[in-house]
């Protein structure tokens, strides 16, 4: 008897750790529209919740989402609080000395700059920009004066409240709030940076496989364009 129950217990610890095996923390922002944001209920929303669901469905894994604050989701990833970063992060080769990227499901889009005035000029400006962004760091190697924000919401109150000249960001974030407040306009030339948009996670997971596959079959298959088209609209950037 002791000898079944002992063998029944072993059997329980395996599956429960096979169980635990399957999970996946699922690590974004939650304040990046459409990208991820918190909805009414309290819960993850967005773009990437939809995708992200969609992709561990496919890898057979079970997703956990948790949010974190952007200027410290990389550290975070790599320390084990979660297992992946999906939040809008674009593919850089400075981020892939520390993170390993899937292949992009977003095609590198435009950076925009947003200003509450049509005349606008880089040189010389005051421009706001989210903090560890590719943005805020292509901002700080063109001789405008930079100020980094912790949330992208902070970047655009910086504009409204006279603080900044203007706002750069991913244009997909900035269009609708543009498109949205008279006070705001698109000024300036578009601005093409980074690789795309892909899901990070620590050097050497080997979930990476499985994810690829996840997300090559969804191009393949159209489901990735509908999601795309679904949340940016019919304007944006498919595969």
């Known amino acids: ?19 635990a095996q399957d999970v996946v923390r699922m690590g974004t922002e939650g ?3 459409p990208y991820n944001f918190i909805n009414d209920n309290g819960e993850v929303d967005g773009f990437e919740r939809d995708l992200g669901d969609e992709i561990c469905m496919r890898a057979e894994l079970t997703c956990e989402w948790v949010t974190n604050d ?11 609080n979660y297992d992946t970063i999906i939040a809008g992060m674009s593919i850089t080769e400075e981020r892939e000395e520390v993170v390993d990227f899937t292949q ?16 606008f000029t880089l040189e010389g400006a005051v ?17 405008a004066t930079l100020i980094e ?3 992208p919401d902070e970047t655009v109150a910086a504009v409204r409240n006279g603080e900044a000249d203007a706002v750069f960001a991913d244009g997909d974030y900035l269009i609708p709030i543009a498109a949205e407040d008279d006070s705001l306009m698109i000024v300036g030339e578009p601005v093409q940076l980074g690789g795309g948009v892909g899901m990070a996670l620590r050097e050497g997971d080997e979930r990476v496989a499985a994810f690829d596959a996840a997300i090559t079959s969804m191009k393949e298959d159209g489901t ?15 595969w």
């Open 149 to 151: 924000f912790a949330t």
């Open 224 to 238: 990735l364009n509908a999601l795309i088209l679904e949340w940016f609209g019919d304007e944006a950037a498919t």
């Open 1 to 19: 008897m002791k000898h079944l129950i002992l063998t029944a217990s072993l059997l329980a610890l395996g599956a429960g750790a096979a169980a």
């Open 127 to 143: 421009i706001a920009a989210q903090t560890n962004t590719i943005q805020a760091g292509y901002i700080a190697e063109s001789g």
């Open 104 to 119: 992009p499901y977003i095609p590198p889009a435009s950076s925009l700059f947003v200003a509450m005035a049509e005349e």
């Open 31 to 33: 304040a990046y529209p």
């Open 70 to 80: 952007w200027d410290s989701i990389i550290p975070n990833l790599t320390s084990g």
